[in-house]
C-alpha cells in the first residue's frame, strides 16, 4: 500500500532522530529510508538504475492514513537517492483515500502506475492507472476513471516474453486481467483464480479463506518459470510464494518465504534481479514509532536453490553488500544517502530534492566511497534562512576522522543557494563518510549537493 512531496512539519519525527541517534555505532543501513515511513515497495530497473516505488505512511497514523507514493533509486545497492512524491490521491480526481500497494512498468517508451484506491464517487476500492513519460513522474491519469473495480487491491504486473501483459491484484481473491498493447485496457473479462491448499497452502479457522493467501501479489517470470509471492496468513502475516509453468497457472505451494517478524502485522514482497544479485524487499515496524500503520522498507540479498526455489530469508539491519564505491569527485545529490539521523527532505528551487529541517547534531551517511589517492577539496551547495552553522565530514562514524569542515552562513532565504567550499585532510582510499551538521539552536541550513576535489598529480 502505501504531489510533489508533502512535508512534513519541521520539527516533526523526533522519535526518529533520537533512535537513529541511538542506533548510530551500529550504522543500520536498513530500513533503507530512514527520513519517513514507507510501505510496500515495488522495485524496477531503468536505464541500469534501480528505481523502487513505494507507499507513503503519515506520521503517527493509528489506521493506513497514505496520500501519497513515494519514489527511490540506487545503483550500488547500499546508497539511495530520494526523489519525493511521483504520484498522490490528487493525481486522480475521483479519488478521496488509500494511496496504497501500487507498481510501474515500461512500455512503448511510457511509464505505467497501477495503483489501488478509493474512488469517491462508489466508496470502493479501485485501481487506477498513472501514465508518464519519465520515470520519475510526475504522473498524470491515464483515463480518468478505474480501469478496474470491484472493492479489491494491490496490483501487480509482468510482461511476458511474448509480449503479453498480465495484470494481477486481489484481497481476499486473486483475480488477472489479460492487459492490451496500449497498457490501458484489457481483453476479455476478469479472471479469478481458484485458490486451492495445493496452490497456495492451507490455512484454517479464518472463515472464507481455505488458503495461505492474502494479500499483496507480486508475479514475475524467471527461467521459464513463474513465481506468485504474496503476503500470507493474516495476521500478523508472513510471506509466501508459489510457482506455476504459465503466468496463469496452475500454480503450486511452495512455502514460506519471510516468517512473520517485525513491528509490523503486515508485510508486502517486492523481488528483482539486479545487478547479477537477487533481492527481496519488504516492510516491517524497525523505525521508531513502528508499526502495522507506520512502516519502513527494507531489502535483503538472497539466492535461489538450483532446483529455483527461494530460500527463507530472515530480517536484518545491515542490508545487502554494496554492489560498486561511490565516486566522491562527481557531484553527488545531498539526498543520496545510506542512513541518515534527524534531517528530512523537500522540494528544491534548483530541481530535485534537498536535504532540509537541519539542526545541531544531524547527519547523512553515504556508504563505501573511494576517494582513491586523496582528495584535496570538498564543495557543498547549501542554503540557509536561520542561523547557519557547520558542515562537518568524518569518516566511518560519526565522530570519526575529521576530514573536512565548511562553514555555512545565513544566505538570506531557505532556497537561496550558494556553494561552499573548504580543504580536505586525509581523504583517502575507501570510507564511509558521515556529513554531520553543527550549530545553534534551531533550523541551521538546507543542503542539495556536494563534491570532492581529487588531488592533483
Given at each position: 500500500?502505501?504531489?510533489?512531496?508533502?512535508?512534513?512539519?519541521?520539527?516533526?519525527?523526533?522519535?526518529?532522530?533520537?533512535?537513529?541517534?541511538?542506533?548510530?555505532?551500529?550504522?543500520?543501513?536498513?530500513?533503507?529510508?530512514?527520513?519517513?515511513?514507507?510501505?510496500?515497495?515495488?522495485?524496477?530497473?531503468?536505464?541500469?538504475?534501480?528505481?523502487?516505488?513505494?507507499?507513503?505512511?503519515?506520521?503517527?497514523?493509528?489506521?493506513?492514513?497514505?496520500?501519497?507514493?513515494?519514489?527511490?533509486?540506487?545503483?550500488?545497492?547500499?546508497?539511495?537517492?530520494?526523489?519525493?512524491?511521483?504520484?498522490?490521491?490528487?493525481?486522480?480526481?475521483?479519488?478521496?483515500?488509500?494511496?496504497?500497494?501500487?507498481?510501474?512498468?515500461?512500455?512503448?517508451?511510457?511509464?505505467?502506475?497501477?495503483?489501488?484506491?478509493r474512488n469517491k464517487n462508489t466508496g470502493g476500492m479501485a485501481i487506477g492507472v498513472g501514465i508518464s513519460d519519465n520515470i520519475e513522474g510526475p504522473y498524470k491519469d491515464a483515463l480518468g476513471k478505474p480501469l478496474v473495480e470491484n472493492g479489491q487491491i494491490d496490483p501487480t504486473v509482468y510482461i511476458d516474453d511474448n509480449g503479453q501483459a498480465y495484470l494481477y491484484w486481489g484481497n481476499p481473491d486473486l483475480q488477472y486481467v489479460l492487459l492490451n498493447e496500449d497498457m490501458l485496457s484489457y481483453k476479455g473479462g476478469i479472471n479469478k483464480v481458484n485458490l486451492t491448499p495445493a496452490g497456495f497452502g492451507s490455512r484454517t479457522g479464518v472463515q472464507g479463506r481455505p488458503t495461505t493467501f492474502e494479500e499483496g501479489p507480486w508475479i514475475y517470470k524467471r527461467q521459464n518459470l513463474w513465481y506468485m509471492v504474496y503476503a500470507a496468513n493474516c495476521c500478523s502475516e508472513d510471506i509466501r510464494y508459489s510457482t506455476g509453468t504459465s503466468a496463469?497457472?496452475?500454480?503450486?505451494?511452495?512455502?514460506?518465504?519471510?516468517?512473520?517478524?517485525?513491528?509490523?502485522?503486515?508485510?508486502?514482497?517486492?523481488?528483482?534481479?539486479?545487478?547479477?544479485?537477487?533481492?527481496?524487499?519488504?516492510?516491517?515496524?524497525?523505525?521508531?514509532?513502528?508499526?502495522?500503520?507506520?512502516?519502513?522498507?527494507?531489502?535483503?540479498?538472497?539466492?535461489?536453490?538450483?532446483?529455483?526455489?527461494?530460500?527463507?530469508?530472515?530480517?536484518?539491519?545491515?542490508?545487502?553488500?554494496?554492489?560498486?564505491?561511490?565516486?566522491?569527485?562527481?557531484?553527488?545529490?545531498?539526498?543520496?544517502?545510506?542512513?541518515?539521523?534527524?534531517?528530512?527532505?523537500?522540494?528544491?528551487?534548483?530541481?530535485?530534492?534537498?536535504?532540509?529541517?537541519?539542526?545541531?547534531?544531524?547527519?547523512?551517511?553515504?556508504?563505501?566511497?573511494?576517494?582513491?589517492?586523496?582528495?584535496?577539496?570538498?564543495?557543498?551547495?547549501?542554503?540557509?534562512?536561520?542561523?547557519?552553522?557547520?558542515?562537518?565530514?568524518?569518516?566511518?562514524?560519526?565522530?570519526?576522522?575529521?576530514?573536512?569542515?565548511?562553514?555555512?552562513?545565513?544566505?538570506?532565504?531557505?532556497?537561496?543557494?550558494?556553494?561552499?567550499?573548504?580543504?580536505?585532510?586525509?581523504?583517502?582510499?575507501?570510507?564511509?563518510?558521515?556529513?554531520?551538521?553543527?550549530?545553534?539552536?534551531?533550523?541551521?541550513?538546507?543542503?542539495?549537493?556536494?563534491?570532492?576535489?581529487?588531488?592533483?598529480?
Amino acid at each position: 500500500m502505501a504531489t510533489r512531496i508533502q512535508l512534513v512539519a519541521r520539527h516533526g519525527l523526533f522519535l526518529l532522530a533520537l533512535f537513529l541517534f541511538l542506533i548510530g555505532s551500529a550504522n543500520a543501513d536498513n530500513p533503507i529510508v530512514q527520513t519517513e515511513y514507507t510501505a510496500d515497495p515495488a522495485p524496477v530497473i531503468y536505464k541500469d538504475r534501480l528505481y523502487l516505488f513505494t507507499g507513503h505512511d503519515e506520521d503517527k497514523s493509528t489506521t493506513y492514513d497514505m496520500r501519497n507514493w513515494l519514489l527511490f533509486s540506487t545503483v550500488d545497492m547500499a546508497n539511495w537517492q530520494h526523489h519525493g512524491s511521483p504520484a498522490s490521491l490528487s493525481t486522480f480526481s475521483w479519488a478521496d483515500k488509500n494511496a496504497w500497494a501500487g507498481q510501474v512498468i515500461n512500455r512503448n517508451n511510457k511509464f505505467y502506475y497501477y495503483v489501488p484506491i478509493r474512488n469517491k464517487n462508489t466508496g470502493g476500492m479501485a485501481i487506477g492507472v498513472g501514465i508518464s513519460d519519465n520515470i520519475e513522474g510526475p504522473y498524470k491519469d491515464a483515463l480518468g476513471k478505474p480501469l478496474v473495480e470491484n472493492g479489491q487491491i494491490d496490483p501487480t504486473v509482468y510482461i511476458d516474453d511474448n509480449g503479453q501483459a498480465y495484470l494481477y491484484w486481489g484481497n481476499p481473491d486473486l483475480q488477472y486481467v489479460l492487459l492490451n498493447e496500449d497498457m490501458l485496457s484489457y481483453k476479455g473479462g476478469i479472471n479469478k483464480v481458484n485458490l486451492t491448499p495445493a496452490g497456495f497452502g492451507s490455512r484454517t479457522g479464518v472463515q472464507g479463506r481455505p488458503t495461505t493467501f492474502e494479500e499483496g501479489p507480486w508475479i514475475y517470470k524467471r527461467q521459464n518459470l513463474w513465481y506468485m509471492v504474496y503476503a500470507a496468513n493474516c495476521c500478523s502475516e508472513d510471506i509466501r510464494y508459489s510457482t506455476g509453468t504459465s503466468a496463469t497457472g496452475p500454480w503450486t505451494y511452495r512455502g514460506v518465504i519471510m516468517p512473520s517478524q517485525g513491528a509490523s502485522f503486515t508485510n508486502h514482497p517486492g523481488l528483482i534481479n539486479y545487478g547479477g544479485k537477487d533481492y527481496f524487499f519488504y516492510h516491517n515496524g524497525a523505525l521508531p514509532g513502528g508499526s502495522g500503520y507506520t512502516r519502513s522498507v527494507a531489502v535483503e540479498e538472497f539466492t535461489y536453490t538450483s532446483n529455483g526455489s527461494i530460500p527463507q530469508i530472515p530480517m536484518t539491519t545491515g542490508g545487502p553488500k554494496q554492489l560498486k564505491y561511490l565516486n566522491p569527485y562527481n557531484r553527488t545529490e545531498a539526498e543520496t544517502m545510506a542512513a541518515s539521523s534527524g534531517i528530512e527532505v523537500e522540494v528544491c528551487s534548483e530541481g530535485g530534492m534537498n536535504v532540509g529541517f537541519i539542526e545541531n547534531g544531524d547527519f547523512v551517511k553515504v556508504k563505501g566511497v573511494d576517494f582513491g589517492s586523496g582528495a584535496s577539496s570538498f564543495s557543498a551547495r547549501v542554503s540557509s534562512g536561520g542561523s547557519g552553522g557547520t558542515l562537518e565530514v568524518r569518516a566511518d562514524k560519526k565522530d570519526g576522522t575529521l576530514l573536512a569542515t565548511c562553514t555555512v552562513a545565513v544566505t538570506g532565504g531557505w532556497q537561496t543557494w550558494t556553494t561552499v567550499q573548504c580543504p580536505v585532510s586525509g581523504a583517502s582510499g575507501v570510507h564511509d563518510i558521515f556529513m554531520v551538521f553543527k550549530g545553534g539552536s534551531g533550523n541551521l541550513f538546507n543542503f542539495n549537493w556536494w563534491q570532492f576535489t581529487p588531488k592533483t598529480t
